[in-house]
């Protein structure tokens, strides 16, 4: 059995009490316009996730990792592992934007 020595590689996730202490972070939001001008992350970048997918190249940060979020960090998940398989450096912040609401954190407008 040669390919049980090969595992996959996990997603790194980051919570987003993680994320607010990092300061020079790249973080794509992958939901659709209308949801991201409802409130987001200050400093994050709107990238759909059909746009994000079919030109990742023209949007990740070539020199450090990116972390993906979307609502509830079921779709980041995906993308990430999706990326991760193409050989870009992504993570996941776990539970997304949910998360936000949750711990009263703010938001951008």
Same mark, same amino acid.
């Given at each position: 059995?040669?390919?049980?020595?090969?595992?996959?590689?996990?997603? =790194? %996730?980051?919570?987003?009490? =993680? *994320? !607010?202490?990092?300061?020079?972070?790249?973080?794509?939001?992958?939901? $659709?316009?209308? =949801?991201?001008?409802?409130?987001?992350? $200050?400093?994050?970048?709107?990238?759909?996730?059909?746009?994000? *997918? @079919? $030109?990742?190249?023209?949007? @990740? +940060?070539?020199? &450090?990792?990116?972390?993906?979020? %979307?609502?509830?960090?079921?779709?980041?998940?995906?993308?990430?592992?999706?990326?991760?398989?193409?050989?870009? !450096?992504?993570?996941?912040?776990?539970? &997304?934007? !949910?998360?936000?609401?949750? $711990? +009263? *954190?703010?938001?951008? !407008?």
């Amino acid at each position: 059995m040669f390919f049980k020595f090969f595992k996959p590689r996990k997603t =790194e %996730c980051i919570d987003i009490k =993680e *994320l !607010d202490s990092i300061s020079d972070i790249d973080v794509i939001d992958i939901r $659709e316009q209308a =949801e991201y001008e409802q409130g987001h992350i $200050e400093g994050s970048r709107n990238i759909p996730i059909r746009k994000l *997918l @079919l $030109e990742p190249m023209r949007y @990740l +940060n070539q020199s &450090g990792k990116s972390f993906i979020i %979307c609502q509830n960090g079921e779709n980041s998940t995906r993308v990430v592992q999706i990326l991760n398989k193409e050989g870009f !450096d992504v993570g996941s912040v776990s539970q &997304g934007m !949910d998360a936000y609401g949750k $711990e +009263n *954190l703010a938001l951008a !407008d």
